[in-house]
């Protein structure tokens, strides 16, 4: 389960990348940190997303949501106790968890990275001291999306994206699931298109793939990118 990605790109890059010219500086970046972690109760932790503007000519835009829908689930001690759990990766989207957001254009949205993760199987600690993972990138895409959904919330609006079965490159590292990922042809429909159509698209991808243990450099990518 992806539970760590990086996005490390100006904002006008990220727009740039799925075909909306950027109305802001093209130096302006992000305010979170560029290594992206689930929400939690006590730290809320924001990633971009980009979604449909509701209003007028239905632009894109930019937002920063939580990464997490939030739910509850029966503690292990006492199944009476509901505890709060953040949901980050939608895998059955036929649930009723995530199926209002899958069938209203409106709830979706595409989560820009350049960079996510997956634990290690050795397991121990990374160079950057921190568990160790395998990283994953799109090398004829620097600025890569994931097919996501969002939703409001009692505390604000939280976003997750889907995942699907790995791929031939996925597969080894972590066997069950990995992001859906969005080529940019797909973008628009994800965003637009009918429920069947956007279900469609939640298939492992095809196209090229890098991997590697060393934790991914902050260099940001620019709007030329």
């Keep these: 389960m992806c539970n760590r990605y990086r996005i490390s790109a100006k904002q006008a890059a990220v727009m740039r990348a799925c075909g909306f010219d950027p109305p802001f500086a093209p130096d302006e970046t992000f305010p979170p940190a560029r290594e992206i972690f689930p929400t939690g109760k006590k730290t809320a932790r924001h990633g971009p997303v980009v979604r449909r503007v509701a209003t007028g000519n239905r632009p894109l835009e930019m937002a920063l949501l939580e990464w997490g829908f939030p739910t509850k689930v029966p503690s292990k001690r006492n199944p009476e106790i509901k505890l709060d759990k953040y949901v980050t990766n939608a895998r059955n989207l036929s649930s009723s968890m995530w199926k209002p957001s899958l069938a209203t254009p409106a709830r979706r949205c595409i989560v820009p990275f350049t960079y996510f993760a997956e634990p290690h199987p050795d397991g121990g600690i990374g160079d950057d001291g921190k568990p160790k993972q395998m990283w994953f990138a799109l ?41 859906v990922i969005l080529k940019p042809c797909d973008l628009l429909l994800w965003l637009d298109g009918s429920a069947e159509e956007a279900l469609a698209l939640v298939r492992p991808y095809d196209g ?10 902050d260099d940001l990518i620019e709007i030329d990118a």
């Design 139 to 179: 090398p004829d895409q620097p600025i890569g999306f994931f097919a996501g959904l969002w939703r409001p919330t009692d505390r604000g609006e939280a976003y997750a994206f889907g995942t699907t079965e790995p791929n031939d490159i996925v597969r080894p590292w972590h066997p069950k699931a990995m992001p």
């Design 208 to 217: 090229p793939m890098i991997r590697q243990v060393e934790t991914p450099r």
